[in-house]
């Protein structure tokens, strides 16, 4: 087979597994949150004790980070957060199109591509903001959090001219709780972004 051709196929089958995982978890839950790059769980567990009423999902790439997260929200017997691994893009193209998270959506800490022929590969861009718009209702929060100033600065001016989002800047950050990438960070800066009313 062509590499193009297995890559696709290769990609078909990674969604169509998804398809499978996400009809196992509680995506109908009337409060759902979601955090996408979630490492090694610590805030996501430290945020789903504190709100029982939501169930929290939350992907990562790494199979390590998430069993380290799973076996953490294991011995805490906490039942409303799911782990699961998946790029975002796989994610969202198998996610059924009546989920909406209607609480919160969480990016902490991103992988930030300094360089600037990467930084296609950085999260916050217009198509990303659009595919939460879809998956969210209007009041959901995104919450982003970054220790690079300069992803700070270009996904803050991104979300700012997003239709879909609006920036709240007098919201407060809903739970403090440091992530293993906070933790080794010099320091941090944050934004809250609400979904409009009207987005598409
Ligand atoms: C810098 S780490 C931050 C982890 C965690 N949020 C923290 O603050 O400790 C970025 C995380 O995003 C994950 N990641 C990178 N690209 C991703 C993608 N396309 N979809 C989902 N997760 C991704 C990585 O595996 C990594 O665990």
């Not at 949150?33 to 929290?56: N, R, S, V």
Request: hydrophobic content about 40%.
């Amino acid at each position: 087979m062509p590499p193009i051709e297995e890559a696709q196929a290769i990609n078909t089958q990674r969604i169509a597994d998804l398809r499978t995982a996400l009809a196992e978890l509680p995506l109908d839950h009337p409060q759902l949150t979601l955090e996408i790059g979630c490492g090694h769980g610590h805030f996501l567990t430290a945020y789903a004790e504190q709100h029982p009423d939501e169930h929290c999902l939350a992907i990562d790439i790494i199979k390590e980070r998430l069993e380290k997260a799973a076996s953490k929200t294991d011995r805490a017997g906490l039942t409303n957060v799911s782990w699961l691994r998946a790029s975002d893009a796989h994610f969202f193209a198998a996610l059924p199109d009546t989920v909406r998270f209607n609480r919160r959506i969480f990016v902490l800490f991103p992988d930030p591509w300094p360089k600037r022929k990467h930084w296609k590969n950085r999260l916050i861009q217009p198509a990303f903001l659009a595919t939460l718009a879809k998956f969210t209702t209007p009041g959901t929060e995104l919450c982003f959090r970054t220790d690079y100033a300069p992803y700070f600065e270009v996904a803050r001016e991104v979300v700012a001219a997003h239709a879909d989002w609006e920036l709240q800047d007098d919201r407060p950050w809903p739970l403090e709780h440091e992530t293993v990438f906070q933790a080794r960070a010099d320091g941090h800066q944050s934004w809250i972004a609400v979904r409009a009313e009207n987005a598409l």
